[in-house]
């Protein structure tokens, strides 16, 4: 893991200062070293996280005769076998890093290179001979790649703070971003919480030539039609899962020249992970794990079992209310983006204690709900399939009684209102029927913006389900309708809100580098081709990845419901000892610099928080406290600021190459 940076111009190359300010903005990505190249009509810059080949491997890196030029971010964990075959058609190598097998790679197969890699990238090539820079991001969106272009001039990187090194950048909070957020969690690529500023979409490639600039999808998310599923038994499937997660554990724990650790959350997804890298490995293993001092949210009882299973020396920290509004504004810095919930800063904390431990690299077991059917809402869509054949039937309706069983205030609990709340808009027909109760309430929270801020939204035309709904292949209409609704789910949260605000962005602010069994390549073509009945049986969730790892894992684990990752929210912000920037960004003054939220409707849902120190609101009225606290936080830092931070001076050594002589 790296950060990564440049700009491309038809007039004199890029000067080396700003080169140089950008990849200072990204110094918490690469703390092991820096460099730049600059060229005629581009400069590349490079922040270096040392994880492979950590003596060599310096960056920006070439090709043998200096025609193609690479900076990149991430990983490619088949690089040991692309290199071998490499070597075989006669290409010399002069690192044993993994960035040099993409220079040879894109030299051998072109934009086939790409669908080869099995890892996760966000990464910029400057081919010489053509006078062409590509751009190009890993399938699901691991790491982040943003650019912005005027004119013939692009600028790329990794965050947007380093894109704001440039004063000629505008800085401003995109509307339509805006409204993509309060509806799925996060803008949808290639939008972005900011205007002008665009994201390169997972899977796919840009080309910035004489021609212009365009982009395409190299790889695209998958199914195959209901009922056609290559694999119906059940055995089979199981084993080829475990065969898979193994391997791409394997390769992600092994594959470092630097120690890697292990997330373990308490559920079954990090457990198997930690159970594969200390059951097929013989290294020792350092597990870590996030507790909080309310009950309500704390793990620590299934954290504790699997230690215990699988001895490892394990390390914990312990989150309070008060540690997540401390760390706050520096979250949201790092995530550059408005957040409906306080989950991403106990994860902050989180990689903090990894960093402070001497690690640079876990695995963790994040893509495991989205691609093998993990999620409430997966189940949520089921009971309301199911209901929507007979929408009239009492009995029917009262499967929603099922749903949510770790929630204090569950369906079962207050049957009427769920009934209420989930037979709306139940039509079978609709591709959107799993997503529409998540969209509807958190669409409500424009409830507080200005009417500036929605008539902006209105004048761009933003419909943002419909517009993502266009967007479903033609052949989805064939798709389980679960299928349909993982589509949905790895289009927006995966990439938008569970792998940046809280993957990378969590992550990198500390520099350490997450890596993801679940999403490999490899996991990924397996798991899209199973059927509907593997992921989830009837209402349990991750069938499949259960019967796969039932026998190294404690049953209590294996039969555990789904629980979802949650922390405090309101509570954090609204209790007797709230630190003073909350007061301070949520005064009048403070909605008016903004420019969002209508100052009144923000008073009067802090004066209700604060009655009741955050802890009595519904969901849909912390969603609107986060809402309101990390978008002027955004503003804030970004708009009124430029992003900069105390520290912003490239990491020593810097390598400087020139090439405009």
């Known amino acids: 893991m ?8 038809p007039g004199p190359p890029p000067d080396a200062a700003l080169l140089l300010r950008m990849v200072g903005r990204l110094r918490h990505r690469g703390p092991d070293g820096s460099g730049y190249l600059r060229d005629q009509g581009v400069g590349l810059g490079h922040a270096r996280l040392a994880i492979i080949d950590t003596t060599g491997g310096a960056q920006p890196l070439s090709n043998e005769d200096g025609s193609l030029w690479v900076t990149f971010n991430g990983e490619i964990f088949n690089y040991v076998e692309l290199g071998a ?11 044993a890093s993994d960035t040099e097998v993409i220079v040879h790679a894109f030299e ?3 934009e086939d290179a790409f669908r080869r890699f099995n890892g996760q990238w966000a990464l910029a090539l400057w081919d010489r001979r053509h006078r062409r820079l590509i751009l190009s991001r890993d399938r699901v969106g691991v790491r982040p790649l943003f650019y912005t272009r005027s ?9 947007v703070k380093a894109l704001f090194a440039d004063p000629a950048v505008p800085r401003a909070l995109d509307p339509v971003g805006l409204d993509q957020t309060l509806t799925f969690w996060s803008p949808v690529a290639p939008r972005t919480p900011f205007a002008g500023i665009e994201q390169l979409p997972p899977g796919h490639v840009a080309i910035l030539d004489a021609d ?3 982009s395409h999808p190299y790889w695209t998310i998958d199914f195959p039609p209901q009922g056609e599923e290559p694999g119906q038994d059940a055995d089979a499937n199981a084993d080829a899962l475990r065969e898979g997660l193994v391997e791409a554990t394997r390769l992600r724990f092994l594959r470092s020249d630097v120690p890697v650790g292990a997330y373990l959350s308490g559920g079954i997804d990090s457990s198997v992970t930690a159970a594969v890298v200390t059951g097929y490995t013989d290294a020792p293993l350092d597990t870590f794990s996030l507790r909080f001092a309310d009950a309500e949210f704390d793990e620590g009882v299934h954290q504790r079992l699997m230690v215990d299973r699988l001895g490892t020396r394990h390390h914990d920290v312990v989150v309070a209310p008060g540690d997540i509004a401390r760390v706050f504004p520096d979250v949201v810095r790092h995530a550059e983006a408005t957040l409906l919930r306080a989950a991403p800063a106990p994860l902050f904390l989180l990689s903090q204690l990894v960093a402070a431990n001497g690690y640079k690299v876990v695995v963790t077991g994040e893509g495991a709900d989205e691609v093998l059917g993990g999620y409430d809402l997966y189940r949520e869509a089921r009971v309301r399939q199911f209901w929507s054949r007979n929408p009239d039937s009492a009995v029917r309706s009262r499967a929603v009684e099922l749903l949510y069983p770790w929630m204090a205030r569950s369906p079962g609990q207050a049957p009427a209102f769920a009934r209420g709340f989930f037979g709306q808009g139940l039509d079978a027909a609709d591709p959107a029927l799993s997503h529409r109760p998540r969209w509807q309430t958190t669409a409500a929270v424009k409830g507080l913006l200005t009417a500036d801020a929605r008539a902006e939204a209105h004048a761009a035309a933003s419909d943002a389900p419909a517009e993502l709904l266009a967007c479903l292949p033609p052949a989805s209409a064939g798709w389980d309708p679960l299928a349909r609704a993982q589509w949905l789910e790895m289009t927006t949260l995966l990439p938008g809100y569970i792998l940046s605000s809280q993957g990378d962005r969590m992550l990198m602010a500390h520099s350490v580098e997450g890596r993801f069994p679940f999403l490999d390549r490899d996991v990924l073509a397996l798991a899209g081709s199973l059927p509907a009945r593997h992921k989830l049986s009837g209402l349990t969730e991750k069938y499949l990845l259960k019967r796969a790892f039932a026998d190294v894992l404690p049953p209590e684990i294996v039969q555990r419901p789904k629980q979802p990752y949650r922390s405090p929210d309101a509570a954090s912000f609204c209790g007797p000892d709230a630190p003073e920037w909350v007061a301070d960004l949520t005064t009048a003054r403070a909605c008016e610099a903004a420019g969002v939220f209508e100052p009144g409707r923000v008073e009067g849902l802090f004066a209700k928080a604060r009655r009741s120190g955050g802890a009595g609101l519904g969901n849909t009225d912390n ?10 936080l955004l503003h804030h830092l970004f708009v009124t600021g430029d992003g900069s931070h105390a520290e912003n001076a490239p990491a020593e050594p810097v390598l400087a190459i020139d090439l405009t002589t």
Do not use: K, Q, Y
């Open 2 to 9: 790296c950060g990564i940076c440049g700009v491309a111009t």
């Open 85 to 95: 075959e490499l070597r075989d058609r006669g290409h010399t190598f002069a690192t």
């Open 108 to 110: 051998e197969w072109g």
């Open 151 to 159: 004119g013939r001039r692009l600028a790329f990187a990794s965050e």
């Open 212 to 214: 212009g600039f365009r």
């Open 623 to 632: 969603m609107r406290v986060l809402a309101v606290l990390s978008t002027h």
